[in-house]
């Protein structure tokens, strides 16, 4: 029975060997065998911050957990320690102490975030262990892992047997308890006292308008608050003097500080009574042999290199994200295409305005979800791809009114055929009978809407299909005078001429046409790049100004200073000579 289960100290669960994340198969056993509902509590953080610490005072030990105090990180891999649960009857507690981030001695900067995202991944409760305070670089490194924790599930979810379902986002992204240790600023705010809690939500707290740069700030922000659902914080003042911080582990309560004591005891108190059971899609609780699982397809998914490998966090970020904006950008083309275009258009241009108008919304929707598109090697992509959708659109578009143009004529046409069939028009006058008719068909063929581009061309393809039945019929009117016939021959070579300068128009038209787009939307293009060119070089130059500024500011000080400590020394001088003076008078 899983309650009869007792590990008397942790265990690594993952071995990270040479940077290579390896199962351990002893500890997956250990785990299998509980068979009680888990929850599970993972910590991350830089090397030397104290998560061993805190995890063995969640266990309620003094000793457990690897702890030291020298400049070397100690715990390596993944550990594991399960207990019962202190406050859920029935339940496993399993913590997760994990291999401290940015090791100088370690070669691979990418094992920190797969070891980061694991531990997002296998846990309910996410604890992250960051000093002093909260700034951009830990923001950026969260929101990077939580979108490579994202990539690995997905990536591992064709091997999870059921296990997970990748349309549920909400049932496998744990709470977010952020740990600030020797917090050293005052929570304050406008004048007013505000709470950790606070603290943490203003520094999550998006601007609101659309400005390129706010739209950077934003993006990692509104990850983090989509990604974790429930965010907690927790702030710890220094618990000791920094002298006496190698002997902590030993050190009993009365000997720390007692805002620390009582702080460490509140973040306790909160993961027993507020961590949630790890659960999956369709409410699965989640037990040993489901975490074990969880383990070995995650760690598989990583071994086998399905992950991206980059040593620039912000470069993979920007990968990813500026991928996925060109996707939404294209989706939105798409779907404003798809409710704005009727194919086939009566006209090239038509087709054409529809695309610019869907082609700029695209482009906003690229530019308000990119991040950091510095090179514009995505917005470029976006334009590739875009032209292309518009080829293929004019192409579609000649598809469509080729077939919309053959239906029209089939049904015009076919009773005319059917009177050829049965000999109405061999007879004396019949040739003109059969040309006068086809005239008619020919005016109502004009009249038909919706026919688009290929209309003129889809009707001399027809009529020159045709055109040796009006030969025949033309061989059996013997009634037609040589005079009459030649006349009749002469007319319709005219206009047979006469269609295919029209045709050959509205070809050369049509291709005037798109070249004329192509080259105001290569100006428009070349005229954003050039507003960019110059907001950026205004920046900069405005930085600059700024600076020599200063540099102004602090030599005039200088200037002062020295001519003030001149002035002094002057005084002094004068003040020395007058009592000179005075002497060389008693004397």
Not at 249 to 271: G, K, P, R, W
Request: with cysteine; hydrophobic share 35%; aromatic share 6%.
């Amino acid at each position: 029975m899983a309650s009869e289960i007792h590990m008397p100290g942790p265990v690594c669960l993952i071995e990270n060997i040479n940077g290579q994340l390896v199962v351990n198969q002893e500890a997956l056993k250990t785990l299998s065998t509980f068979t009680q509902p888990l929850v599970v509590v993972a910590v991350v953080g830089p090397y030397r911050t104290g998560k061993s610490y805190l995890m063995n005072k969640l266990a309620g030990k003094t000793e457990g957990f690897s702890v030291d105090s020298t400049v070397q990180s100690h715990t390596k891999g993944i550990w594991m320690w399960c207990m019962p649960h202190p406050e859920k009857p029935d339940h496993t507690l399993v913590l997760l102490d994990t291999e401290g981030l940015g090791d100088v001695e370690k070669d691979d900067k990418n094992n920190d975030t797969q070891i980061f995202a694991l531990a997002i991944l296998l846990s309910s409760t996410f604890v992250y262990n960051t000093m002093n305070k909260i700034d951009q670089r830990a923001i950026d490194l969260l929101h990077y892992v939580t979108e490579l924790s994202s990539l690995l599930r997905t990536v591992s979810s064709t091997d999870l047997d059921g296990v997970e379902d990748t349309a549920d986002s909400v049932s496998f992204s744990p709470d977010l308890v952020w740990t600030l240790r020797d917090f050293y600023l005052s929570l304050e705010a406008d004048g007013q006292h505000i709470t950790a809690d606070d603290y943490l939500e203003n520094s999550l707290k998006l601007k609101e308008d659309t400005d390129q740069s706010h739209q950077n700030f934003n993006l990692p922000r509104r990850c983090i608050q989509k990604f974790f659902a429930t965010k907690k914080c927790f702030v710890f003042d220094q618990p000791i003097h920094r002298k006496k911080l190698a002997q902590l582990q030993t050190l009993h309560n009365d000997e720390l500080d007692s805002d620390f004591v009582q702080q460490l005891a509140d973040f306790c108190s909160y993961i027993c009574h507020h961590s949630k059971t790890k659960s999956l899609s369709g409410g699965i609780k989640v037990n040993g042999p489901h975490l074990e699982s969880l383990v070995l397809k995650y760690v598989d998914a990583i071994s086998s290199g399905k992950l991206p490998c980059m040593e620039n966090s912000i470069l993979a970020l920007a990968q990813i994200k500026n991928s996925a904006a060109v996707q939404k950008a294209i989706a939105h083309y798409d779907q404003q295409m798809g409710q704005k275009v009727q194919l086939p258009t009566e006209t090239l241009q038509e087709l054409l305005d529809l695309h610019r108008d869907s082609e700029k919304e695209a482009i906003e929707v690229f530019i308000k979800n990119s991040f950091k598109d510095e090179d514009q090697r995505f917005q470029k992509e976006l334009g590739t791809l875009l032209e292309e959708k518009q080829n293929q659109l004019c192409k579609q578009n000649v598809e469509a009114s080729s077939e919309r143009c053959s239906a029209v004529l089939q049904d015009i046409f076919h009773p005319l055929e059917q009177n050829v069939r049965q000999g109405i028009y061999a007879k004396p006058g019949g040739h003109r009978l059969f040309i006068q008719k086809m005239e008619e068909l020919k005016a109502k063929y004009y009249q038909e809407p919706k026919k688009g581009i290929q209309a003129e061309e889809a009707l001399q393809r027809y009529l020159e299909s045709k055109k040796s039945v009006g030969d025949a019929i033309l061989q059996t009117d013997r009634a037609l005078t040589a005079k009459e016939k030649q006349m009749q021959e002469a007319r319709l070579k005219a206009q047979a001429a006469e269609a295919e300068q029209r045709r050959l128009a509205e070809v050369e038209r049509q291709h005037q046409q798109m070249m004329q787009q192509r080259e105001r939307e290569h100006q428009e293009q070349l005229r954003q790049m050039e507003i960019i060119r110059a907001q950026c070089q205004a920046a900069q130059q405005q930085a600059l100004q700024r600076r020599l500024q200063e540099e102004a500011a602090k030599q005039e000080a200088r200037i002062q200073a020295e001519q003030t400590r001149l002035q002094n020394e002057l005084l002094q001088l004068q003040q020395r000579v007058r009592a000179h003076d005075d002497d060389c008078i008693l004397l």
